[in-house]
């Protein structure tokens, strides 16, 4: 059974610049979860997508938004880069909106220079 | 409010050493707990998970946690270190009813002694 996809793996763009990141859930499951991971501030919760709706937002700007397809798959979007915005992000899907069986993939690390 | 402390940035042991790595939490209810492993690089990779029952769990990798309620703890244990152990490992808590309500601590990063 494959894992969580995350595309890509490595992003470098400037700032005010635009990204979108994709992120394939483990088949069947229908909840994925956006992560932000800095050296600075550790692991942050982005948002939570279920059944295509957000479910949950972190305490983040908006140019950080997201969405999720009826397939599962999930696109995180940053608007209007800034250097903070340097950080592993990492997409991780469930079942169902418990977190008892949360499984992450290996992140898309961007760069803004 | 929910936090999850990791009192130690980074410990080293030596190759076959035992190791214990800390965590404490503070939550309301019963918390969910779990311990991931990092790799440079890479995501989260699951240790091991605490929701009820035994209050020692068994991980992969032979890595073994118990949850004391009274000391609000939940260590990671492993008798014996491996060189391919060196990551960085973070302890969790959430909330079951929602995955996104995970918090982590600020990890431990375990660098093994040849």
């Known amino acids: 059974k494959a894992g969580v996809t995350q595309t890509p793996r490595y992003l470098i763009k400037t700032r005010g610049q635009q990204v979108t990141l994709s992120c394939s859930p483990i088949s069947g499951h229908r909840s994925v979860s956006w992560y932000q991971q800095t050296p600075g501030q550790g692991l942050q919760f982005l948002f939570e997508?279920?059944?295509?709706?957000?479910?949950n937002k972190g305490n983040f700007p908006g140019r950080f938004s997201g969405r999720q397809f009826s397939n599962s798959r999930s696109e995180m979007n940053v608007s209007t880069l800034e250097l903070g915005d340097s950080a592993l992000y990492l997409c991780?899907?469930?079942?169902?909106?418990?977190?008892?069986?949360?499984?992450f993939g290996s992140g898309t690390q961007l760069s803004v220079l | 409010a929910q936090s999850v402390t990791q009192p130690d940035i980074h410990i080293t042991v030596s190759e076959g050493a035992s190791l214990e790595l800390r965590c404490n939490y503070s939550y309301g209810a019963t918390p969910y707990l779990f311990w991931y492993v990092q790799s440079p690089g890479q995501g989260l990779q699951l240790l091991l998970k605490y929701f009820s029952g035994d209050t020692l769990v068994q991980g992969i990798k032979g890595f073994e946690a118990e949850f004391k309620r009274s000391q609000s703890s939940f260590n990671l244990r492993k008798p014996s270190v491996h060189w391919s152990d060196a990551a960085e490992y973070f302890c969790a808590v959430a909330q079951y009813s929602s995955a996104s309500k995970i918090i982590f601590g600020s990890g431990t990063r375990l660098s093994i002694r040849p």
């Open positions: 991780a899907s469930s079942p169902d909106r418990g977190a008892e069986k949360l499984f």
């Open positions: 997508y279920f059944s295509e709706t957000q479910r």
